[in-house]
């Protein structure tokens, strides 16, 4: 099987992997420089570096590459290590770089406002497959949103039905209404999505967040919540509440070690009995 036409079908099919490339040689090795081997997600393989202890290695340091999302230099002295004397080496050293294999980063954004109309531009340009959800069919077009994948003109409640984030998906909420803020993030705090996001200021997302925690929606699943969303640029404009929620996402993307804003505010804030008494002072991003 072609690898590059197997790194394809991952991709597509939105699944993980990770490629292995013997970029250095010294000496005798049971391959040769550029051999490749693709390592999927179930832990399955194409291609070869040349098998043995060697591969055993890059195998497992390719899993743990999946999951980091950050690629690996391995250095093997096949001298010196009697484990990798397997007869099938004559004794070399080799650099092998393991690089992860990631699905395309889909990002929901539900609403068609000014924000998401920048949103949309901004986050394709960074990288991410954009749909974009709106009940509005006058609103919902691809006219209005040419950087998207997919525009959907369709009810929220039918929306939902219709998706199915997975874990490397990303869901952003900014429509033109509390009430609808409120029925997606019900629905989205329930799903794989790696990242959840809604606008607007802490008040109104305390009195959402009260509202679902009533109906029974556990409160654990508000922690991995970013509201008010986007980094804390001092973002007042659509174009630049684009850039704030952008640049959060790609923090979460690319694991950022700076600490973001989520709800754990507002569970801090509760134990402290001041969530009555939090005031409507300028958050991340407000409502456009």
Same mark, same amino acid.
């Given at each position: 099987m072609d690898i590059y036409e197997q790194i394809v079908q991952l991709r597509r099919e939105g699944r993980r992997g990770a490629v292995a490339t013997i970029v250095n040689v010294r000496g005798s090795i049971p391959s040769f420089k550029t051999a490749k081997m693709l390592v999927r @997600? @179930?832990?399955?393989?194409? =291609?070869?570096?040349?098998? =043995?202890? +060697?591969?055993? @290695? +890059?195998?497992?340091?390719?899993?743990? +590459?999946?999951?980091s999302e950050k690629p690996r230099t391995l250095s093997f002295d096949l001298n010196q290590d009697p484990k990798y004397d397997t007869g099938l080496v004559c004794g070399g050293?080799?650099?092998?770089? +393991?690089e992860p294999v990631l699905p395309p980063a889909l990002l929901y954004v539900f609403g068609a406002g000014h924000v998401a109309i920048n949103l949309c531009q901004v986050a394709a340009n960074a990288g991410f497959d954009v749909i974009v959800t709106d009940d509005r069919t006058s609103y919902a077009t691809k006219e209005r949103f040419p950087a998207a994948r997919e525009v959907y003109g369709l009810d929220f409640d039918e929306a939902i039905?219709?998706? @199915?984030?997975?874990e490397t998906s990303y869901i952003v909420i900014v429509t033109r209404g509390h009430r609808d803020d409120m029925r997606i993030l019900r629905w989205a705090v329930q799903t794989r999505a790696r990242y959840v996001g809604m606008i607007g200021s802490k008040r109104k997302v305390i009195e959402i967040f009260k509202t679902l925690r009533g109906e029974g929606v556990p409160a654990s699943l508000f922690d991995r919540v970013h509201a008010p969303i986007g980094l804390d640029i001092g973002a007042i404009t659509p174009e630049e509440i684009a850039v704030a929620i952008t640049a959060e996402l790609i923090a979460i993307r690319r694991h950022a070690d700076a600490a973001l804003p989520h709800m754990s505010w507002f569970r801090s804030a509760e134990t402290r009995s001041d969530v009555d008494n939090a005031s409507d002072a300028p958050a991340a991003v407000k409502r456009e």
């Amino acid at each position: 099987m072609d690898i590059y036409e197997q790194i394809v079908q991952l991709r597509r099919e939105g699944r993980r992997g990770a490629v292995a490339t013997i970029v250095n040689v010294r000496g005798s090795i049971p391959s040769f420089k550029t051999a490749k081997m693709l390592v999927r @997600d @179930d832990g399955s393989i194409v =291609g070869t570096i040349g098998g =043995g202890c +060697v591969e055993a @290695d +890059v195998w497992q340091a390719a899993r743990e +590459v999946m999951e980091s999302e950050k690629p690996r230099t391995l250095s093997f002295d096949l001298n010196q290590d009697p484990k990798y004397d397997t007869g099938l080496v004559c004794g070399g050293t080799l650099e092998v770089f +393991v690089e992860p294999v990631l699905p395309p980063a889909l990002l929901y954004v539900f609403g068609a406002g000014h924000v998401a109309i920048n949103l949309c531009q901004v986050a394709a340009n960074a990288g991410f497959d954009v749909i974009v959800t709106d009940d509005r069919t006058s609103y919902a077009t691809k006219e209005r949103f040419p950087a998207a994948r997919e525009v959907y003109g369709l009810d929220f409640d039918e929306a939902i039905q219709k998706l @199915d984030p997975n874990e490397t998906s990303y869901i952003v909420i900014v429509t033109r209404g509390h009430r609808d803020d409120m029925r997606i993030l019900r629905w989205a705090v329930q799903t794989r999505a790696r990242y959840v996001g809604m606008i607007g200021s802490k008040r109104k997302v305390i009195e959402i967040f009260k509202t679902l925690r009533g109906e029974g929606v556990p409160a654990s699943l508000f922690d991995r919540v970013h509201a008010p969303i986007g980094l804390d640029i001092g973002a007042i404009t659509p174009e630049e509440i684009a850039v704030a929620i952008t640049a959060e996402l790609i923090a979460i993307r690319r694991h950022a070690d700076a600490a973001l804003p989520h709800m754990s505010w507002f569970r801090s804030a509760e134990t402290r009995s001041d969530v009555d008494n939090a005031s409507d002072a300028p958050a991340a991003v407000k409502r456009e």
